[in-house]
């Protein structure tokens, strides 16, 4: 299962990679960069972690830009930040958004 041809995600921040519900996915649609907060949108995308320290090193090194070939404003990364302490403060396992995919066979 190691060699299928998916595209990865890989965190901008600590380079690693990780499962889709790990990450903020933030995509460059057409030069506006923005947090693809449904999941939906499609252009090209990076992924961070949930993390405010791959966040600080993403900020630092640029490589959200490089990534998505664009200008990241800051307002994006102010935006980042505080959906990142909203998701490491509401870390829990009980997800309640996957009532429709729960099959009991
Ligand atoms: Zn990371």
């Avoid at 890989?10 to 499962?19: H, L």
């Avoid at 790990?22 to 090209?44: Q, T």
């Avoid at 992924?47 to 990241?72: E, F």
């Amino acid at each position: 299962m190691e060699m299928n041809h998916l595209p990865e995600r890989m965190c901008v921040g600590c380079r690693q990679k990780g499962n889709k519900s790990e990450f903020i996915r933030i995509i460059n649609k057409s030069g506006e960069i923005a947090v693809d907060s449904n999941g939906k949108s499609s252009g090209r995308g990076a992924y961070i972690h949930k993390n405010p320290l791959c966040l600080k090193t993403a900020i630092k090194k640029k490589s959200l830009d490089r990534a998505l070939k664009g200008s990241v404003p800051n307002t994006l990364y102010v935006l980042l930040e505080s959906q990142i302490r909203v998701e490491a403060s509401s870390a829990l396992p009980t997800g309640s958004s996957l009532d429709n995919s729960q099959i009991n066979e």
